[in-house]
């Protein structure tokens, strides 16, 4: 099994930043890949980017690249993902996922965090 924790989440104007964090614990060794999904009201959770343990390889949401960047600590066992220039439409919860890659597929999913953009 492996535990995700996210951390970071909270309210932020329009315009700022955060860096949303997920520590990773448990069997860690049995995954590759660590993902970032977000789920707004009413909508589908979506991908929003993704990276290797290993090499660092990150993939990301076509329409964030730019914005947020993931990367990772090793020693740490954590991921990050820092978000800039957020909007209002980044309202989400925000999930942690591990998994095979950055194209999953994703078998260990955290409890997520609330992101809120104001205007």
């Known amino acids: 099994q492996v535990q995700l924790v996210e951390s970071g989440g909270g309210l932020v104007q329009a315009g700022g930043s955060l860096r949303l964090s997920c520590a990773a614990s448990?069997?860690?060794?049995?995954?590759?890949?660590m993902g970032w999904f977000r789920q707004a009201p009413e909508k589908e959770r979506e991908f929003v980017a993704a990276?290797?343990?290993?090499?660092?390889?990150?993939r990301y949401a076509d329409s964030l690249k730019g914005r947020f960047t993931i990367s990772r600590d090793n020693a740490k066992n954590t991921v990050y993902l820092q978000m800039n220039s957020l909007k209002p439409e980044d309202t989400a919860v925000y999930y942690c996922?591990?998994?095979?890659?950055?194209?999953?597929?994703?078998?260990?999913w955290g409890q997520g965090t609330q992101v809120t953009v104001s205007n």
């Open positions: 996922a591990a998994g095979r890659s950055v194209w999953g597929p994703y078998t260990y």
């Open positions: 448990g069997r860690t060794l049995s995954t590759s890949g």
């Open positions: 990276i290797m343990w290993s090499s660092g390889g990150t």
